[in-house]
Each structure stands twice: as structure tokens, then as C-alpha cells.
């Protein structure tokens, strides 16, 4: 399993912890960028939900200030469904429900440790498929 980690400036001392979290998982990580110069989120949101819709990571965590501007450009890469989490309840459904295959979080709205906790509920919900899966292929159809 590998995960492509992306992020701007605002997001950057997270995407550092949560890469530090998933390797100790024994999760391999692919780092997209940035290295904590300014940059626009756009651009590390795309490059990293190309990275998981071409294969080259199974899933992908991107971090912005809020995670919100970063995620708006993940979910435009065809194939991607990102997910911005700020509860427990919403990382679990966000597989459950979505097979979210990406994350995005807020580096000025969460702590290491709640974002750490979300992504471990995410990466261990089972995705429910069944009926789920009709509404994710209507996603993936858009
Ligand atoms: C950068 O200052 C900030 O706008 C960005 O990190 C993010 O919060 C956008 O959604």
C-alpha cells in the first residue's frame, strides 16, 4: 500500500506528521510536494490526485490551510473522490460510503493527533459497496 501525500504551505507541518504516522503503519508514502515554501494549493492538489488516478499510489492525503481549496482541486482530477474530514464519524463514512480514495485536511483546523485519528479510521473502515457502490459509480461517471 502507498499513499501520495500533497500539500501548500498551510498544510505542510501536518502532511509531515501524517507521513511520519502512515510509514510507522509500515505504509509506503510518495511526497508530491511541497516543502513548506508558498505555493498555490492548486497545483499540489492536482498533482497528487494524479498520482492516485494514474496508479502510482493507492490513495492520497492532501493539507491546506483549511483542506478546503486543496480538495476542490483533488475531486477535479477524474476518478478522485476526496474528502475534506473534520470528525470521526465523517472519516468512517467517507469510506464506508464513498470509497474516498483521497483526504483532505485543514493544517489551521486540526491537531496532528485529530488528524492522524481520522486517517487511521479511514484507512480502517471497509468500504460497504452494495447499494454504495451504484451512487460512487454515478460519481465516477461525472
Ligand atoms: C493559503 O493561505 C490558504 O488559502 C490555503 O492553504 C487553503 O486554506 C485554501 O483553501
Known amino acids: ?18 507521513m511520519e504516522h502512515v510509514k510507522s503503519r ?13 505555493v498555490d494549493y492548486p497545483v499540489y492538489g492536482k498533482k497528487t490526485a494524479e498520482a492516485v488516478a494514474e496508479g502510482q499510489a493507492d490513495l492520497g492525503i492532501v493539507c491546506c490551510g483549511t483542506g478546503i481549496g486543496i480538495s476542490i482541486a483533488a475531486n477535479k482530477v477524474k476518478g478522485i473522490r476526496c474528502a475534506v474530514v473534520t ?14 480514495n483521497m483526504l483532505a485536511f485543514g493544517g489551521r483546523v486540526l491537531t496532528a493527533e485529530q488528524a492522524i485519528e481520522f486517517t487511521d479510521i479511514w484507512l480502517d473502515t471497509e468500504y460497504l459497496g452494495d447499494y454504495h457502490a451504484l451512487r460512487v ?6
Open 1 to 18: 500500500m502507498k499513499i501520495a501525500f500533497g500539500c501548500d504551505h498551510g498544510g505542510y507541518e501536518l502532511k509531515l506528521a501524517l
Open 87 to 100: 470528525t470521526p464519524y465523517m472519516a468512517e463514512m467517507t469510506k464506508a460510503h464513498n470509497n474516498a
Open 137 to 142: 459509480a454515478m460519481l465516477d461517471e461525472m
Open 26 to 38: 509500515g505504509i509506503e508514502v510518495l511526497d508530491m510536494g511541497c516543502n513548506g515554501e508558498r
